[in-house]
């Protein structure tokens, strides 16, 4: 049985380890990350390496490797950790934390469900009232919003009030989109285009020019243009030229990641031969979530 410190220090090196691409871990970096003496780690990895869960590597390049028996003692699959399932503490991802189990405990009155959570890294930073957000998970796209309510240091859980369970649709973005895609052209005025977004109620299209994209111009950079006494501006003078494009057959929940990443409420979807073809917004992918959306 190992101590809640042995767990611990499993834990860490276990996830830095699937961080290194199988390079050994030294001891200084678990020390470093658990706030505790370096010399202590080693004592440590000593009874670690004495129960087969941890193997030494010698040299300069040395340090600590987990062993299968490693991750069958905390219940962790070695191909799963490829797959990261990341944890979002009031909107944030929390770095250095994946999740290897979800177990949704029993019912015990209508509406209220819980959900034990296992962790693989340190949950000393996850504290009881934290909104958390797991997922999506790989295969199903599952995702669980909830509260902590509770946390295990001991076996690495944490416990949520769940507050919502989704699974995202295995649909491709084309499937959600909206494929009558409306564009405008460099050379017009912004009294123009801001005629054809209120005409269409739509907050932004693509600038397109010889059937390619050059740029994004939405109702906010019009605003922010007539705000700042550039109402006679054209279209090319003030559009955005950072354009994120993806490919009609990207899913749901990959272009859910690509928005979080740059920021951006909408996707621009191309063709083959990179011609624009249709537009997916955030609204579009939360309606294909939620099922008021279904092609």
Same mark, same amino acid.
């Given at each position: 049985?190992?101590? @809640? !410190? ?6 860490? *090196?276990? /996830? ?5 691409? $199988? ?15 370096? $010399?202590?780690? %080693? ?5 670690? %390496?004495?129960?087969?869960? =941890? ?27 490829? @797959?990261? =399932? ?38 000393? /930073? ?10 999506? #998970?790989? &295969?199903?796209?599952? &995702?669980?919003?909830?509260?902590? !309510? $509770? ?7 944490? *416990? *949520?009030? #769940? ?40 907050? $932004?299209?693509? &600038? #397109?020019?010889? /059937?390619?994209? !050059?740029?994004?111009?939405? *109702? ?23 354009? =994120? ?17 740059? /920021? ?5 979807? &191309? ?8 537009? !997916?917004?955030? #609204? ?12």
């Amino acid at each position: 049985m190992l101590t @809640a !410190v042995q767990k611990e220090i499993l834990q860490t *090196l276990i /996830n830095l380890y699937k961080k290194s691409d $199988g390079k050994s871990i030294k001891g200084e970096e678990i020390a470093e990350i658990m706030n505790r003496n370096p $010399g202590t780690i %080693r004592n440590q990895m000593q009874s670690l %390496r004495s129960l087969g869960l =941890v193997k030494g590597v010698p040299g300069p390049r040395g340090g600590y490797k987990p062993t299968i028996k490693a991750f069958q003692y905390l219940e962790i699959s070695p191909i799963e950790m490829e @797959a990261q =399932v990341p944890i979002y503490k009031n909107g944030k991802k929390v770095e250095d934390l994946s999740v290897s189990k979800i177990e949704f405990t029993s019912i015990p009155h209508p509406g209220e469900c819980e959900a034990a959570i296992k962790v693989v890294g340190s949950i000393k /930073n996850l504290d009881l009232g934290d909104r958390i957000r797991v997922g999506p #998970t790989p &295969v199903n796209k599952l &995702v669980v919003d909830g509260i902590i !309510v $509770g946390r295990d240091d001991m076996d690495n859980m944490i *416990l *949520l009030d #769940t507050t919502g369970i989704r699974s995202i649709p295995q649909k491709t973005v084309m499937e959600v989109a909206t494929q009558d895609l409306v564009t405008i052209k460099p050379e017009m005025t912004l009294k123009e285009v801001a005629k054809i977004l209120s005409e269409k109620n739509i907050e $932004g299209a693509p &600038v #397109t020019e010889d /059937n390619k994209i !050059v740029g994004m111009l939405t *109702l906010s950079d019009i605003n922010r243009a007539i705000a700042e006494g550039k109402d006679q501006c054209k279209v090319k003078e003030i559009m955005s030229t950072s354009i =994120v494009t993806v490919d009609k057959t990207v899913l749901i929940s990959d272009a859910i990641e690509i928005m979080n990443k740059h /920021n951006i409420g909408r996707l621009i979807l &191309v063709d083959s031969k990179k011609r624009p073809i249709g537009i !997916v917004t955030r #609204t579009d992918i939360l309606d294909a979530i939620s099922g008021l959306k279904n092609r």
